[in-house]
């Protein structure tokens, strides 16, 4: 990184650049969330979900990097423990619409569970994965869990970045329809 980049809470007004992110890097996981039959219908949903509290989606579980420019990536993670109340109001929307409300688990308690890690096309290769993994890893760290968690598809392309910062895989697991890998960084 050429620039100074720093790490901040999102807000609700970051939803223009986070949602669209997050739609693209967890594909399907959106569609089954929503409901939704595109993912420019998914995001249309999440750009409702995120600027509320209380769902896995929302602004208060998102880190921001950002640069002189603006934003250049983003970290969504919560506590695994939580992640069965998070998913609540997409029951409740999958629900209202007459779909089955059927959520493949992702989070296991005791972790912190990275739920989306992305980083702008454009910023890609500079270092914010890397600064994004950190910022995690540290407040696994503030919320006393002994690990941070996540799941990565086969073709994922963050794959070596998340073994470079000592991610191992414990595991896989299906999720809408498809393979991950569980990948888990000890922090003990």
Do not use: C, K, W
């Not at 999440?46 to 209380?54: D, K, N, Q, R, T």
């Not at 989306?116 to 500079?126: D, E, S």
């Not at 890397?130 to 540290?138: H, R, S």
């Not at 073994?163 to 888990?184: D, K, Q």
């Amino acid at each position: 990184m050429t620039q100074p980049v720093h790490i901040r809470p999102a807000r609700p007004f970051d939803a223009a650049f986070a949602v669209p992110l997050v739609q693209a890097t967890v594909g399907r996981i959106g569609l089954a969330l929503t409901g939704a039959a595109s993912d420019t219908e998914a995001a249309r949903v999440l750009l409702g979900f995120f600027p509320l509290a209380g769902n896995r989606l929302s602004h208060r579980n998102t880190l921001i990097a950002e640069g002189p420019g603006g934003p250049l990536g983003l970290a969504v993670a919560y506590p695994g423990s939580e992640a069965e109340a998070l998913d609540a109001p997409f029951h409740e929307r999958l629900r209202a619409l007459g779909l089955p409300d059927r959520i493949d688990p992702e989070a296991t308690p005791g972790e912190l569970y990275l739920d989306t890690l992305a980083v702008a096309q454009g910023a890609r290769g500079r270092g914010v994965g890397g600064l994004l993994l950190g910022t995690v890893a540290a407040r696994a760290r503030d919320l006393s869990l002994p690990r941070v968690g996540l799941l990565a598809g086969a073709e994922n392309r963050a794959a070596r970045l998340y073994e470079r910062h000592g991610y191992r895989a414990v595991g896989e697991r299906v999720v809408a329809g498809e393979r991950y890998r569980h990948l888990v960084l000890d922090l003990t």
